[in-house]
């Protein structure tokens, strides 16, 4: 049974920085591509950041490009993303996913597994 546990998530002002994680067990996931995806209330879930286990077919939309950072740590079978110069706007519930091949993909409809989510709130 696939299981993605994010972790990380906190209150920070703007400008700051935080680090999230996901935890993923289950099955090897080698030929799976691991997205961060984020829903604010009452906005549709938005594709951040993606990437391939072995750190390949990297992919963050204009909005977070420059800002954030995803990386793996096939040891330790953990996706992080790190979040710099935080905006008031990056606030929302942040949710690791997880999908079969090794393509690109912002579409959070074609995403297999999710995480529960943790929140990230960054006050001015």
């Known amino acids: 049974q696939v299981q993605l546990v994010e972790s990380g998530g906190g209150l920070v002002q703007t400008g700051g920085s935080l680090r999230l994680s996901c935890a993923a067990s289950?099955?090897?996931?080698?030929?799976?591509?691991m997205g961060w995806f984020r829903q604010a209330p009452g906005k549709e879930r938005e594709f951040v950041a993606g990437?391939?286990?072995?750190?390949?077919?990297?992919d963050y939309p204009s909005s977070v490009d420059g800002r954030f950072t995803i990386s793996t740590d096939n040891a330790k079978n953990t996706v992080y993303l790190q979040m710099n110069s935080l905006k008031s706007e990056d606030t929302a519930v942040y949710y690791c996913a997880a999908k079969t091949g090794v393509y690109f993909q912002r579409d959070y409809r074609m995403y297999h597994y999710w995480g529960q989510g943790t929140q990230v709130t960054v006050s001015s």
């Open positions: 289950g099955r090897t996931f080698d030929n799976y591509y």
């Open positions: 990437i391939t286990w072995s750190g390949g077919s990297i």
